[in-house]
C-alpha cells in the first residue's frame, strides 16, 4: 500500500505524484451532510430527480470546459456520486483536437487542468445550479473534500467500472456507501 499525504488543507493526495498527468483517476464525492439530494433508489435503479439531472448536465459538459478531459463510468446516487476522469496525454489530445480539412492547426497548448481544478469545477458549477434553482445561495451542496483513487491498470479499471455501474444496486450493503481500491 503506497503512503498518502495529510495536507494542512485536509486533503489526502499521493506524495510527489502531478494529478495534471494523462491516467485515469476514480473520484467520489459525498453531499454536504450526507443529505439525499440527487433522488432515490427504486428496484436497485438510481431514479434522478431534477437536482440529480443537474448533477448529470454538469459533469457531461466537463469535457467541453477541459479539452483533455474523457469521461468513463459514473453514477449519482442519493447522496454521492462516484466517477472515473481520463486525462488524456497530449498526443491523444492533439489528434482529437486537430482533426483535418480546412481548420489550421492550433498554434497553443489549451492549459492543462488537473483533477483538483476539474473536480472543484464540478462540485461549484453542480451547486451554483443546485442553489440557483431551490433559491439558496451559497448554501454547500458537497461536502469539503473528495475521494481519489489513480487506476494503475486495465484489471484495477475494469473492477471499478463494474463497482460504479452497480452501485445502487448494492448501496445496501456498503455502510458508508464508498469503496476503496487499492
Same mark, same amino acid.
Given at each position: *500500500? ?5 495536507? /494542512? ?7 510527489? !505524484? ?14 454536504? +451532510? /450526507? ?10 435503479? *438510481? ?6 439531472? *443537474? ?10 470546459? !477541459? %479539452? =483533455?478531459?474523457? $469521461? ?5 446516487? %442519493? ?21 483535418? +480539412?480546412?481548420? %489550421? ?6 492549459? @492543462? ?14 451547486? /451554483? ?14 461536502? /469539503? ?6 487506476? @494503475?491498470?486495465?484489471?484495477? $479499471? ?6 460504479? *455501474?452497480?452501485?445502487?444496486? =448494492? &448501496?445496501?450493503?456498503? &455502510?458508508?456507501?464508498?469503496? &476503496? !481500491? &487499492?
Amino acid at each position: *500500500m503506497t503512503k498518502r499525504n495529510l495536507h /494542512r488543507d485536509g486533503t489526502i493526495r499521493l506524495p510527489g !505524484y502531478d494529478y495534471s498527468w494523462a491516467g485515469a483517476y476514480f473520484v467520489t464525492t459525498c453531499t454536504s +451532510g /450526507r443529505a439525499n439530494l440527487f433522488g432515490e433508489i427504486v428496484k436497485n435503479e *438510481m431514479r434522478l430527480n431534477v437536482y440529480g439531472r *443537474m448533477v448529470q448536465e454538469v459533469w457531461n459538459g466537463l469535457p467541453g470546459h !477541459y %479539452p =483533455h478531459v474523457v $469521461l468513463d463510468a459514473f453514477v449519482i446516487m %442519493p447522496n454521492h456520486i462516484h466517477g472515473i476522469v481520463v486525462l488524456a496525454d497530449d498526443a491523444g489530445l492533439n489528434d482529437i483536437s486537430v482533426g483535418a +480539412g480546412f481548420k %489550421p492547426a492550433p498554434t497553443t497548448t489549451p492549459p @492543462r487542468h488537473g483533477l483538483p481544478e476539474i473536480v472543484r469545477a464540478f462540485k461549484t458549477f453542480s451547486a /451554483r445550479q443546485i442553489n440557483e434553482s431551490r433559491h439558496t445561495p451559497g448554501t454547500p451542496v458537497w461536502q /469539503r473534500n473528495y475521494y481519489e483513487h489513480i487506476i @494503475r491498470n486495465k484489471a484495477a $479499471l475494469n473492477r471499478i467500472r463494474q463497482y460504479i *455501474m452497480t452501485n445502487p444496486a =448494492h &448501496r445496501k450493503k456498503d &455502510r458508508e456507501n464508498l469503496i &476503496r !481500491y &487499492r
